[in-house]
C-alpha cells in the first residue's frame, strides 16, 4: 500500500513551453504532498508543500509564479513549470503521507529536460 | 531552518563487510530521522526511521542508532550484498512521523564490491 505515482516519467520540451507533472496517490487519501527538486548527483531540496483546498506554502527562494501547484483534490497534486528554461532542468519529485501519524512516501521522479 | 550533514559522500565496501553512514543535525526540535536508498532513476525509498524516544532500532541488517544529546544519528547495514549499492539520504524533521518538511541530507553513494 501507499504508492505515490508521478506523471510523465520523462520530458523533453523546448525552452519557453510550461509542462505539467502529476502526483497521484494511488491507494489513500492526502491532504498534504510535498514537491522536491534535485539536481544531479544532489539532494532532494523541499520546493512547496501542496495543501489540498488551499494555496501551496513555498520555500525560500523557490518563485510562486514560475512554479504553479494545484492541488485539487485529495489525490491529485500537479506541478506546472511555467515558460520553462535549460536551468529548469532537474528531477522533480513529489511525496504524500497517508495519514498525520505515517510517513511520507515518494514517486518516482519526473525527469525533466528543456532544450 | 534546519540543516543536515552526511559523511562520507562516496563510501566503497567489500561484498559481507559492513557500511556505516553517519549523519547530524541541527535543530533540537528534530524528532524523526528516517533513512532513505535512492537508485538510479527512481525516487527514495524508506528502509528505516527512528524517533527521538528510541536509541536504536534494527530491521534484519539494517539498523540506524541516534544521539539526541550530541544530535547524531548512523546507519548501520551488516552483511552487504550487490544489491545495497545505491544512493543513501539521511533525513530530520520536527514532525513525530515524517508528514511534515524533512530536510535531507547530501547523500552517500555506496558502491558494494563483489
Known amino acids: 500500500g501507499a504508492v505515490v505515482s508521478q506523471h510523465p516519467s520523462w520530458v523533453i520540451c523546448k525552452s519557453g513551453t510550461s509542462v505539467k507533472i502529476e502526483c497521484r496517490s494511488l491507494?489513500?487519501?492526502?491532504?498534504?504532498m510535498f514537491w522536491y527538486r534535485q539536481f544531479p548527483k544532489q539532494s532532494l531540496m523541499l520546493m512547496a508543500t501542496s495543501n489540498e483546498g488551499s494555496k501551496a506554502t513555498y520555500e525560500q527562494g523557490v518563485e510562486k509564479d514560475k512554479f504553479l501547484i494545484n492541488h485539487a483534490s485529495l489525490t491529485l497534486s500537479t506541478l506546472t513549470v511555467t515558460s520553462a528554461h535549460p536551468e529548469d532542468s532537474s528531477f522533480y519529485i513529489c511525496?504524500?503521507?497517508?495519514?498525520?501519524?505515517?510517513?511520507?512516501?515518494f514517486g518516482d521522479g519526473t525527469r525533466l529536460s528543456i532544450l | 531552518g534546519e540543516n543536515v550533514e552526511q559523511h562520507p559522500s562516496t563510501l566503497s565496501v567489500q561484498e559481507g563487510d559492513s557500511a556505516v553512514i553517519k549523519c547530524t543535525y541541527s535543530?533540537?526540535?528534530?524528532?524523526?530521522f528516517p533513512w532513505y536508498k535512492q537508485e538510479l532513476g527512481k525516487g527514495p525509498q524508506l528502509i528505516i526511521d527512528?524517533?527521538?524516544?528510541?536509541g536504536e532500532k534494527k530491521d534484519q541488517r539494517i539498523a540506524v542508532t541516534l544521539n539526541k544529546t550530541a544530535k547524531h544519528f548512523s546507519l548501520h547495514i551488516t552483511e552487504t550484498q550487490p544489491e545495497d549499492s545505491a544512493v543513501y539520504f539521511c533525513?530530520?524533521?520536527?514532525?513525530?512521523?515524517?508528514?511534515?518538511?524533512?530536510?535531507f541530507g547530501t547523500g552517500t553513494r555506496l558502491t558494494i564490491i563483489p
Open positions: 533525513a530530520a524533521s520536527r514532525s513525530n512521523f515524517g508528514n511534515e518538511k524533512l530536510t
Open positions: 511525496s504524500a503521507s497517508p495519514g498525520a501519524n505515517q510517513p511520507q512516501h
Open positions: 527512528i524517533r527521538s524516544n528510541v
Open positions: 491507494d489513500f487519501q492526502a491532504t498534504t
Open positions: 535543530d533540537s526540535a528534530s524528532n524523526y
